[in-house]
């Protein structure tokens, strides 16, 4: 019994200042800490999700998740090989380019949200265009990062037992770079989210960032947090998940480095 309380006080240890943060945001108003008008209780803003209904809370949520996977997506399936190829095939080319994609990450997503209204019209595509990307050059960048940290000695002994090109990649470059994929593919879905809710709160009628933006033009306190407790809860649920894939695939590594 003892041992199993161990194993499950290792697992829950990390949730364990999430706790603290919620009982302090849930009683930090009785106790004069801050004021409940613009920090309510946490019970309160649960309550406000209550009266919105499950329902609605899903629909909004089902709608940026859509937004999300499809720019994430069609970013992801660009970028990865890309970087694989530059980096992989074409070294010279890479180094060539680096520097405009070095300037173009530059670019705030958020601040293109009008131009690509401007060319493309209001609807759906500008948001996608806003999540493909600030997504794109995290991707991009740490495949590339992967692909160079490579140990050449892999390679050449791979080819020394006469393995082919698809085999070598199967073997030896996907295996040694998947640690910087997920590192990338981590970070592109946090930006993804970021840039989610300020191009929902600009030009959209639905999802969690309108719903947020809505709040905050009524004065509704409690629907806000209630929003950005959503987008909480479901960029931890996304990048967690992540997390266990990496350590499943990436059984070699230490734990504490996959979880930093």
Not at 151 to 180: E, H, Q, W, Y
Not at 218 to 246: H, K, P, Q, S
């Amino acid at each position: 019994m003892k041992r199993f309380l161990l194993a499950a006080n290792n697992k829950a240890i990390r949730f364990y200042m999430i706790i603290a943060f919620i009982l302090l945001w849930q009683f930090a108003p009785d106790l004069g800490l801050t004021n409940p008008t613009f920090v309510p209780p946490f019970t309160q803003v649960l309550a406000d999700g209550a009266e919105l209904g499950l329902t609605k809370i899903l629909v909004h949520i089902c709608i940026s998740m859509k937004r999300v996977i499809i720019g994430f997506a069609v970013s992801a399936v660009i970028a990865l090989p890309l970087g694989f190829i530059l980096n992989g095939g074409l070294p010279k080319v890479s180094a060539f380019l680096r520097p405009l994609f070095a300037f173009l990450q530059q670019i705030p997503p958020y601040i293109l949200y009008p131009v690509f209204l401007l060319v493309f019209g209001p609807g759906e595509n500008g948001i996608y265009l806003v999540i493909f990307w600030s997504v794109f050059f995290p991707i991009l960048f740490t495949t590339q990062q992967g692909v160079s940290e490579i140990d050449a000695k892999l390679i050449r002994a791979s080819k020394a037992m006469n393995c082919n090109g698809a085999r070598i990649f199967l073997k030896v470059v996907l295996p040694a770079t998947f640690p910087s994929l997920m590192r990338g593919i981590r970070s592109g879905l946090s930006m993804a989210f970021l840039m989610l809710i300020g191009a929902e709160s600009m030009g959209a009628d639905s999802g969690i960032g309108w719903m947020i933006n809505n709040a905050q033009k009524l004065g509704w306190i409690t629907r806000i947090y209630l929003g950005a407790l959503i987008v909480c809860v479901i960029g931890f649920a996304l990048n967690y998940g992540l997390g266990v894939i990496e350590k499943v695939f990436v059984d070699w590594k230490p734990v504490a480095e996959l979880e930093t």
